[in-house]
Protein backbone atom coordinates (compact mmCIF):
# COMPACT_ATOMS: atom_id res chain seq x y z
CA UNK A 1 0.00 0.00 0.00
CA UNK A 2 0.81 3.54 -0.32
CA UNK A 3 3.67 5.00 2.45
CA UNK A 4 4.12 7.97 3.88
CA UNK A 5 6.90 8.77 5.21
CA UNK A 6 7.31 11.68 8.34
CA UNK A 7 10.36 13.37 9.63
CA UNK A 8 10.94 13.86 12.66
CA UNK A 9 8.77 12.07 14.87
CA UNK A 10 9.35 14.13 17.34
CA UNK A 11 11.00 17.49 18.12
CA UNK A 12 12.00 19.76 21.47
CA UNK A 13 12.96 22.66 20.69
CA UNK A 14 13.44 26.05 22.65
CA UNK A 15 11.10 28.82 22.63
CA UNK A 16 11.55 31.46 19.48
CA UNK A 17 13.28 28.27 17.03
CA UNK A 18 12.17 27.38 13.63
CA UNK A 19 11.57 23.96 13.12
CA UNK A 20 10.48 21.73 9.82
CA UNK A 21 8.64 18.92 9.53
CA UNK A 22 9.27 16.91 6.37
CA UNK A 23 6.45 14.48 4.61
CA UNK A 24 7.42 12.00 1.97
CA UNK A 25 5.31 9.65 0.10
CA UNK A 26 7.73 6.71 -0.52
CA UNK A 27 6.24 5.15 -3.39
CA UNK A 28 4.03 7.16 -5.35
CA UNK A 29 3.57 10.63 -6.56
CA UNK A 30 1.35 12.72 -4.43
CA UNK A 31 -0.51 15.59 -6.18
CA UNK A 32 -1.55 17.26 -3.27
CA UNK A 33 -0.57 16.89 0.25
CA UNK A 34 -2.21 18.38 3.90
CA UNK A 35 -0.86 19.38 6.60
CA UNK A 36 -2.91 19.07 10.15
CA UNK A 37 -2.32 19.81 13.59
CA UNK A 38 -3.45 17.65 16.36
CA UNK A 39 -3.76 19.34 20.38
CA UNK A 40 -4.51 16.74 22.94
CA UNK A 41 -7.89 15.10 23.27
CA UNK A 42 -9.16 16.69 20.41
CA UNK A 43 -9.64 15.47 16.90
CA UNK A 44 -7.32 16.78 13.70
CA UNK A 45 -7.46 20.17 12.38
CA UNK A 46 -6.64 21.06 8.71
CA UNK A 47 -4.19 23.74 8.54
CA UNK A 48 -3.42 23.89 4.75
CA UNK A 49 -3.96 22.22 1.16
CA UNK A 50 -0.59 22.06 -1.05
CA UNK A 51 -0.55 20.97 -4.85
CA UNK A 52 2.98 20.37 -5.58
CA UNK A 53 4.21 23.49 -7.90
CA UNK A 54 2.02 25.58 -6.26
CA UNK A 55 1.29 28.08 -2.83
CA UNK A 56 -0.07 26.10 -0.25
CA UNK A 57 -4.36 27.17 0.69
CA UNK A 58 -4.16 27.85 4.21
CA UNK A 59 -7.37 27.32 6.53
CA UNK A 60 -8.86 30.32 8.28
CA UNK A 61 -7.19 31.11 10.99
CA UNK A 62 -4.10 29.58 10.48
CA UNK A 63 -0.87 31.95 9.62
CA UNK A 64 0.67 31.54 6.71
CA UNK A 65 3.71 33.69 7.85
CA UNK A 66 4.20 31.35 10.88
CA UNK A 67 3.33 28.24 9.04
CA UNK A 68 5.53 27.85 6.02
CA UNK A 69 4.43 25.61 3.89
CA UNK A 70 6.82 24.11 0.38
CA UNK A 71 5.59 21.33 -1.88
CA UNK A 72 8.55 21.37 -4.21
CA UNK A 73 8.31 17.78 -5.86
CA UNK A 74 5.97 14.87 -6.03
CA UNK A 75 7.08 13.21 -3.13
CA UNK A 76 8.18 15.97 -0.41
CA UNK A 77 6.38 18.78 1.43
CA UNK A 78 7.59 20.19 4.51
CA UNK A 79 6.26 22.03 6.98
CA UNK A 80 8.41 25.17 8.98
CA UNK A 81 7.00 26.51 12.53
CA UNK A 82 8.97 29.56 12.20
CA UNK A 83 9.50 31.34 15.37
CA UNK A 84 8.21 28.58 17.52
CA UNK A 85 6.26 29.26 20.60
CA UNK A 86 4.63 26.46 23.51
CA UNK A 87 1.23 27.40 22.32
CA UNK A 88 2.50 25.69 19.10
CA UNK A 89 3.41 22.75 20.91
CA UNK A 90 1.01 19.80 19.39
CA UNK A 91 0.88 16.78 17.00
CA UNK A 92 1.27 17.52 13.33
CA UNK A 93 -0.23 15.26 10.86
CA UNK A 94 0.73 15.07 6.77
CA UNK A 95 -1.54 13.52 4.52
CA UNK A 96 -0.43 12.61 0.93
CA UNK A 97 -2.77 11.86 -2.38
CA UNK A 98 -2.41 11.45 -5.60
CA UNK A 99 -5.39 12.30 -8.02
CA UNK A 100 -8.81 11.43 -6.68
CA UNK A 101 -7.07 8.67 -4.80
CA UNK A 102 -8.28 8.45 -0.62
CA UNK A 103 -5.40 10.15 1.38
CA UNK A 104 -2.40 8.28 2.92
CA UNK A 105 -1.04 9.64 6.39
CA UNK A 106 2.35 10.12 8.08
CA UNK A 107 3.09 8.92 11.54
CA UNK A 108 2.79 12.12 12.77
CA UNK A 109 5.82 14.74 14.55
CA UNK A 110 5.10 15.78 17.57
CA UNK A 111 6.48 19.25 19.00
CA UNK A 112 7.43 20.44 22.34
CA UNK A 113 8.47 24.02 22.41
CA UNK A 114 10.49 24.54 25.91
CA UNK B 1 -19.10 23.57 6.16
CA UNK B 2 -18.82 19.78 6.65
CA UNK B 3 -19.52 19.16 10.55
CA UNK B 4 -18.66 15.86 12.22
CA UNK B 5 -19.69 14.31 15.42
CA UNK B 6 -18.89 11.34 17.17
CA UNK B 7 -20.53 9.48 19.96
CA UNK B 8 -20.36 8.20 22.36
CA UNK B 9 -16.53 9.83 23.31
CA UNK B 10 -15.23 7.00 25.34
CA UNK B 11 -16.67 3.30 25.50
CA UNK B 12 -15.23 1.04 27.64
CA UNK B 13 -16.44 -2.54 27.51
CA UNK B 14 -15.50 -6.43 28.06
CA UNK B 15 -13.24 -8.79 25.51
CA UNK B 16 -15.87 -10.45 22.95
CA UNK B 17 -18.44 -7.85 22.82
CA UNK B 18 -19.83 -6.58 19.44
CA UNK B 19 -20.01 -2.55 19.95
CA UNK B 20 -21.48 -0.13 17.45
CA UNK B 21 -19.82 3.52 17.11
CA UNK B 22 -21.74 6.53 15.80
CA UNK B 23 -20.70 9.32 13.22
CA UNK B 24 -22.96 12.15 11.98
CA UNK B 25 -22.14 14.70 9.74
CA UNK B 26 -23.87 17.86 8.89
CA UNK B 27 -23.80 18.38 4.93
CA UNK B 28 -25.61 15.36 3.08
CA UNK B 29 -23.21 16.00 0.22
CA UNK B 30 -20.67 14.01 1.25
CA UNK B 31 -18.30 12.38 -1.45
CA UNK B 32 -17.29 9.61 0.86
CA UNK B 33 -16.47 8.71 4.92
CA UNK B 34 -13.35 7.30 6.21
CA UNK B 35 -12.76 5.79 9.54
CA UNK B 36 -9.82 5.66 10.96
CA UNK B 37 -7.80 4.17 13.67
CA UNK B 38 -5.37 6.04 16.03
CA UNK B 39 -3.42 4.43 18.87
CA UNK B 40 -1.98 7.09 21.31
CA UNK B 41 0.69 9.41 19.64
CA UNK B 42 0.50 7.78 16.65
CA UNK B 43 -0.37 8.72 13.16
CA UNK B 44 -3.60 7.43 11.21
CA UNK B 45 -4.73 3.93 10.22
CA UNK B 46 -7.18 3.75 7.68
CA UNK B 47 -10.12 1.34 8.53
CA UNK B 48 -12.75 1.45 5.98
CA UNK B 49 -13.64 3.90 3.12
CA UNK B 50 -17.40 4.15 2.30
CA UNK B 51 -17.83 6.35 -1.22
CA UNK B 52 -21.20 7.71 -1.49
CA UNK B 53 -23.11 5.67 -3.63
CA UNK B 54 -22.04 2.77 -0.89
CA UNK B 55 -24.21 1.89 1.58
CA UNK B 56 -21.88 -0.17 3.39
CA UNK B 57 -18.05 -1.93 3.43
CA UNK B 58 -17.05 -4.20 5.57
CA UNK B 59 -13.09 -5.95 6.62
CA UNK B 60 -12.50 -8.68 8.87
CA UNK B 61 -14.51 -8.33 12.05
CA UNK B 62 -15.40 -4.51 10.87
CA UNK B 63 -18.43 -3.25 9.29
CA UNK B 64 -19.34 0.53 8.19
CA UNK B 65 -22.39 1.75 7.02
CA UNK B 66 -23.44 4.98 5.36
CA UNK B 67 -26.59 6.33 5.15
CA UNK B 68 -25.90 9.93 3.30
CA UNK B 69 -30.00 10.95 4.29
CA UNK B 70 -29.74 10.58 7.87
CA UNK B 71 -26.27 12.15 7.72
CA UNK B 72 -25.18 9.18 9.81
CA UNK B 73 -22.64 6.33 9.38
CA UNK B 74 -21.80 3.62 12.06
CA UNK B 75 -18.63 1.42 12.57
CA UNK B 76 -19.53 -1.87 13.46
CA UNK B 77 -16.48 -3.90 15.80
CA UNK B 78 -18.01 -7.90 16.24
CA UNK B 79 -16.14 -9.88 19.24
CA UNK B 80 -13.81 -6.89 20.34
CA UNK B 81 -10.32 -7.65 21.41
CA UNK B 82 -8.24 -5.44 23.95
CA UNK B 83 -5.68 -5.10 20.66
CA UNK B 84 -8.80 -3.33 19.41
CA UNK B 85 -8.11 -0.29 22.51
CA UNK B 86 -7.02 2.80 20.43
CA UNK B 87 -9.66 5.76 18.99
CA UNK B 88 -11.96 5.37 16.47
CA UNK B 89 -12.45 8.55 14.10
CA UNK B 90 -14.55 8.90 11.23
CA UNK B 91 -14.29 11.55 8.62
CA UNK B 92 -16.16 12.92 5.78
CA UNK B 93 -14.42 13.58 2.36
CA UNK B 94 -15.81 16.94 -0.13
CA UNK B 95 -15.06 16.29 -3.80
CA UNK B 96 -12.56 13.69 -4.65
CA UNK B 97 -9.54 13.79 -3.25
CA UNK B 98 -10.08 16.99 -1.19
CA UNK B 99 -10.15 18.06 2.29
CA UNK B 100 -11.25 15.28 5.08
CA UNK B 101 -13.32 17.27 8.17
CA UNK B 102 -12.97 15.13 11.28
CA UNK B 103 -15.21 14.00 13.90
CA UNK B 104 -13.38 13.91 17.91
CA UNK B 105 -13.34 10.52 17.66
CA UNK B 106 -14.51 7.58 20.31
CA UNK B 107 -12.07 6.45 22.64
CA UNK B 108 -12.57 2.70 23.04
CA UNK B 109 -11.12 0.22 25.67
CA UNK B 110 -11.56 -3.49 25.45
CA UNK B 111 -10.78 -5.39 28.55
CA UNK B 112 -9.50 -8.87 29.13
Redesign the interface.
Known amino acids: GAVVSQHPSWVICKSGTSVKIECRSLDFQATTMFWYRQFPKQSLMLMATSNEGSKATYEQGVEKDKFLINHASLTLSTLTVTSAHPEDSSFYICSASRGNQPQHFGDGTRLSIL | KQEVTQIPAALSVPEGENLVLNCSFTDSAIY ?1 L ?1 W ?1 RQDP ?6 LL ?1 IQSSQREQTSGRLNASLDKSSGRSTLYIAASQPGDSATY ?1 C ?1 G ?1 GT ?10 TQLTVNP
Not at chain 2, 41 to 46: A, E, I, M, R, V
Not at chain 2, 98 to 103: K, Q
Request: hydrophobic share 30%; charged share 15%; proline share 0%.
Open positions: NQFGKGLTSLLAGSGSRLTFGEG
